[in-house]
């Protein structure tokens, strides 16, 4: 069982930057791609990055493109996602999540995923 826990989320204004932190226990971190997702009131949660188990290999949302950087540190079972440049249309509820199933084959796809965290809230204000 894999257990996550976000933090790192807040109110900023538009143009701002956050550091979203994900700490892993309960598993092999250093086994599983990583990703972060994101839900908007009254939208479907949507793919924003994903990493693979070395951290060589990324894959981005169009949306987030340029703006977002997600990153690991496999000694510290963590994984991050630097957001700059932020719009108030990223506001949303950010989670991360497990795909225990592989270490290099990225998916944008939720249903991928096996373990999710709680969510931290991420407002961007105009």
């Known amino acids: 069982q894999v257990q996550l826990v976000e933090s790192g989320g807040g109110l900023v204004q538009a143009g701002g930057s956050l550091r979203l932190s994900c700490a892993a226990s309960?598993?092999?971190?250093?086994?599983?791609?990583m990703g972060w997702f994101r839900q908007a009131p009254g939208k479907e949660r949507e793919f924003v990055a994903a990493i693979s188990w070395s951290g060589t290999s990324t894959y981005y949302a169009n949306s987030v493109k340029g703006r977002f950087t997600i990153s690991r540190d496999n000694a510290k079972n963590t994984v991050y996602l630097q957001v700059n440049s932020l719009k108030p249309e990223d506001t949303a509820v950010y989670y991360c999540a497990a795909d225990v199933h592989t270490r290099v084959i990225i998916t944008s796809t939720a249903t991928n995923y096996d373990y999710w965290g709680q969510g931290t809230q991420v407002s961007v204000s105009s």
């Open positions: 309960g598993g092999t971190f250093s086994a599983y791609v």
